[in-house]
Each structure stands twice: as structure tokens, then as C-alpha cells.
């Protein structure tokens, strides 16, 4: 049953990670200038967080869908989620109209609080896949601890 | 099958998370790297701010602009850092507005500052946290107003006139 709710947690989360960092990842441009709208990041960080940002979403939810590392890949996007949150709650209250460049660099949904309802969803997905020790149906089962 | 069964187990999450994660994100900045390498034609690592500058919410101005601004006299300079950080130094003459405490200090200036005075907002380099601040003061009737392409240490680094930090 445990595991059962940990894989779905899992393919859930995951799926989502690997679908935002699609479009990112072709047009990186168009993420740095998504990012930069939340006039949050230095312009030094800019170009360097549109390069890596998506590859963390995608490794992270390709660790966990396949279950490997999986732990690591529930932090990561429980890290993420987190950042994500704050930006949105900044923007919010800073009254920015911006598009959130969550997983359409070019006309995403704007930021409200149904994003913050969905990314605390996903931050509480993420949190079984985080604290169940079984490995359940995941590739972390042949690994040597 | 049971898959809990014959498998790794580990009671304590925290070591064996951090440890992927940090796995995970070492692999991850290496592939960034990689495909940065791979890909020369695509976007630079360092961002070019005149890019952006049409996104900010007044117009950027250089160092050697605004250093001929104090010169002449004409502007007001605008500190926006945090207070421990401004009390390392400020631009000579220049006063404080902060985000945190934009209301206060805008009242402290009411009779200095006026809403057709010349106006350079400057920073630590983070543009994007003086066009928040240069947004604020738009709304309160403030238009004439610039934002400094480079911070403080530049500014010192180019004979600039500096003052200790604290009230100017």
C-alpha cells in the first residue's frame, strides 16, 4: 500500500519535473527573460540559473520516476518547490503581472494563487517518496546502501 | 512479489538524501556545462543588462554618466541597499530609501526630495532590486528618475566621492 502511494508520489511528481524542463531547456532565452520578470535574481545569476535550472528539474524527475536515487530527486524538487513558492509569494506581493514560466516560457499562466495551491500540492508529493525508507518498485532496489 | 522485501533499506533520511541530492546536482552541473560547451551559438553565461534594461522601471545609466550627474550637481542620489550593508560607505551626499521602509523614508525626504527632482537610484549591482524600489517611487509621482548600471564598488573603483555610511 506504502509503496504503492510512494510510486504514484513519484511518476506524479516526476512527470511534472520532466514536462517543465522541456520547453526551457530549447529555449533558454526565453526561461533567462522568464526569470528575470520576478526581478529576484542578479543579472549575474541570471543566464547561469536559465542553463541550470532545467536540467535540475529534468534529472530530478527522470531520478524519480525511475526510482534511482530517488531520495536525492524528491529533495531536489522539494528544494525547488520551495524556491518556487517564495518567488511566486514575492511576486504576489509585489504586485508583479508576469507569466510564471513554469512550463510555457512564451505565454504561461500568470502568476496567482492557485500556482502556490498546485506547487504546495507538489511539495507534499514529494514528501513520501523523501521520508519512506523502502525502495518499493524502484530501480534504488539494486543499489547498495 | 513484495518490493519492500530483499532490497536496501534505510531508516534514516536525511544522510542518504542529502547524499543523492548532492550526487544528483554535481551530475547535473556537469551536464549543464557540458551542453553549454556543445551548444557555442546559444545563450552566454553572462547576461548583458542593456538586454534586459527595457524591462526595468527607469533607464540605466553608465558609471561615466552618472559620475558627470554628480559633478553637475543636479541629481539626487538614492542609496537602496540594506542598512548594514550601506553603513560600509555610500555615495557622497546620497540618501536613503529602502524597499523595507519605503513609506518612512520617503516622509523623512518630503521636503528635500521633490516629485520633478532628478533622481539616480543605485544598489550593490542587483538592478532588479533597484527597479522594485524605482517602481515604488513611479507610483508615488517620482518620474525623472535613473538607475545606475553598476554599484557602489565600482563607483569607489572610479574616484567617485564616498562617504561613511550611516546618515548622509
Redesign the interface.
Known sequence: MISALVLLCRLVVGGVFVYASLNKLAEPAAFAEAIHHYRLVPYALLHPSAHLLPVVELVAGVSLILGWFRRGGALLCAVMLVIFIAAITSALVRGLDISCGCFNTDAGHGVGLDLLWRDALLLLLCLPPLLVGRPGWSLDRFRRN | MN??D??????S?QP??????????L???A??AG??ALRPD??????D?TV?QL?LAAPLVSLDEALALFEEGDHLFIDTRSEDVAATGIIAGAFFIRESSFDDDLYELFDIMLPEDGLVLYGD?????V??LATLLLERGYTNLLILESGIAAWQAAGGDVSPGGAP
Open positions: 518490493p519492500s530483499s532490497a536496501p533499506r534505510s531508516t533520511w542518504a538524501s542529502l547524499k543523492e541530492a548532492g550526487l544528483l546536482l551530475f547535473c552541473l551536464a549543464t551542453s553549454w546559444g545563450l552566454s553565461l553572462r547576461a543588462p534586459y524591462e549591482g542587483n538592478l532588479s532590486a527597479s522594485n
